[in-house]
């Protein structure tokens, strides 16, 4: 899950981090080796933590990919630092800045992502140093202990907020049964409890009405008296079939199993927004009065989503050419998500026979 307070402090700690790169190696530029390559390594400095808070900002850009380009990065700059500054260093080109890379891996990932990271950027920094006093070794050492315990207490703090969130969805959920339960107590069972006294002098038609309206008594006070699933509530998955029936328009129909189809919450969400943006898609470029169908079903253990429209189609090589140039978010917004899932995208089209989508992620459960 995802919690806002920690971007914003690791943001903080980020930008701290650059304003004093910036500051060291403007007043180290003058005696450096190559100080246009010092004042190249500044810009870039900057540009990347820019781009790194804009994605590590949104759950859905905060990548695998960003995070382990951002450590690539910090290790490139790390190896680099003797030949920039020149003889005789003993910081890199960007002292402390080089912790932020291992620290998002720490925080968005695992504390054992982070320690590995910590432990490569350190290695890389001893060797392009040429002193090998304790200190420095001590000093690692701690920048290795402090990531992965910053990584292990988050985890920790997630947890307590699931757990805290699982209670109270569970209490909502309590109050809302004993609600449920007064307004059928005071309306249905009432009017079930007058069918099963009165209908007998019917005749025998109001005898058959008597005995269902006992039946459905009956089963109606099993269930309120029952507990079962005040305690199963899991805020960590999400039912797909519900999310994907928010689609549903007068130009969209949506078709889902008659049981719940439960995914992780991340799975559901990026698989939210690649169906948004194939029908985004079909509303732009499948032709005025173009409708779209969407499909879940479940195939073993795998989830497929098809989403099809009835629009003007095209040619799958155009389609393939859009996907290499990034155009319509076939790229990015669909393939790519799809893929981040571990599932598999798969497009069919033809001129004059619409546009199918569908997409196949393993691990759905049912219910």
Request: net charge negative; glycine share 8%; charged share 20%.
């Amino acid at each position: 899950m995802d919690v806002p307070e920690i971007f914003r402090g690791y943001a903080l700690v980020r930008v701290t981090a650059l304003v004093y790169v910036l500051a060291v190696d403007a007043v180290r530029l003058p005696s450096v080796a190559h100080p246009a390559v010092l004042v190249a390594v500044m810009l870039a400095v900057s540009a990347w933590t820019a781009f790194t808070l804009w994605s590590y900002a949104s759950p859905a850009r905060r990548r695998t990919w960003v995070l382990v380009l951002d450590l690539v990065a910090t290790l490139v700059l790390v190896a680099l630092s003797p030949w920039v500054l020149g003889p005789g260093s003993e910081q890199s080109v960007v002292p402390l800045w080089t912790a932020s890379a291992p620290m998002a891996l720490a925080l968005w990932r695992d504390w054992s992502w982070g320690v590995l990271a910590a432990v490569l950027v350190s290695v890389v920094d001893l060797a392009a140093m040429t002193s090998t006093e304790v200190a420095n070794w001590g000093g690692k050492l701690g920048f290795v202990l402090l990531t992965g315990g910053l990584g292990y207490l988050v985890a920790a703090l997630r947890r307590s907020t699931c757990e805290r969130e699982r209670i109270t969805a569970s209490a909502a959920a309590m109050a809302e049964r004993a609600r449920l339960s007064r307004l059928v107590h005071d309306g249905v069972l009432q009017v079930l409890a007058l069918v099963e006294r009165d209908a007998p002098s019917f005749g025998p038609r109001g005898l058959l009405m008597a005995t269902a309206a006992r039946q459905q008594e009956v089963e109606l006070r099993r269930l309120l008296q029952s507990d079962h699933g005040e305690d199963d509530i899991d805020v960590t998955v999400a039912d797909l079939a519900a999310v994907l029936d928010r689609h549903a328009s007068a130009s969209v129909t949506i078709s889902t199993p008659a049981g719940r189809v439960l995914v992780d919450n991340e799975v559901a969400a990026e698989l939210d927004q690649a169906v948004s943006e194939v029908l985004t898609n079909v509303a732009r470029h499948a032709g005025p009065g173009a409708k779209a169908w969407v499909l879940l079903e479940r195939e073993g253990e795998d989830v497929v989503v098809s989403v099809r429209d009835n629009g003007v189609g095209g040619q799958l090589e155009d389609f393939e050419d859009a996907h290499r140039r990034g155009r319509f978010g076939v790229r990015h917004s669909i393939r790519s998500r799809v893929s981040d899932l571990g599932g598999v995208a798969t497009l069919r089209t033809a001129p004059g026979r619409g546009v199918e989508w569908e997409f196949r992620i393993p691990g759905g459960r049912a219910q």
